[in-house]
Nanobody, 120 residues
Framework: EVQLVESGGGLVQPGGSLRLSCAAS????????MSWVRQAPGKGLEWISS????????TYADSVKGRFTISRDNAKNTLYLQMNSLKPDDTAVYYC?????????????RGQGTQVTVSS
């Protein structure tokens, strides 16, 4: 059974940082591209970043480019999202998803999410 468990969310002031983690199990983590998506209150799922399984190529949505960094540790079956210079618009539930950008907001397996709130 595919399991994805996100952690690391919380309340942070504008300009602050958080590091999200996603612990994966039930599948061969190193064989899959992985993504982060988020859902702000009252809005749909938004893709924000992906990382490939082979060459670890990364892609980012324009809304987070230069502020967020996606990474993975295949030995630990863990996906990360380092978030810097956080803004109130970054407030959302963040989910990790198994798969590339093309399916991350559609039928990809996702975890239960972790809440990130950016507020002063």
């Amino acid at each position: 059974e595919v399991q994805l468990v996100e952690s690391g969310g919380g309340l942070v002031q504008p300009g602050g940082s958080l590091r999200l983690s996603c612990a994966a199990s039930g599948f061969i983590f190193s064989a899959h591209s992985m993504s982060w998506v988020r859902q702000a209150p009252g809005k749909g799922l938004e893709w924000i970043s992906s990382i490939t399984q082979g060459d670890l190529a990364t892609t980012y949505a324009d809304s987070v480019k230069g502020r967020f960094t996606i990474s993975r540790d295949n030995a630990k079956n863990t996906l990360y999202l380092q978030m810097n210079s956080l803004k109130p618009d970054d407030t959302a539930v963040y989910y990790c998803a198994r798969g590339p950008r093309t399916i991350a907001t559609r039928n990809a397996a996702r975890g239960q999410g972790t809440q990130v709130t950016v507020s002063s």
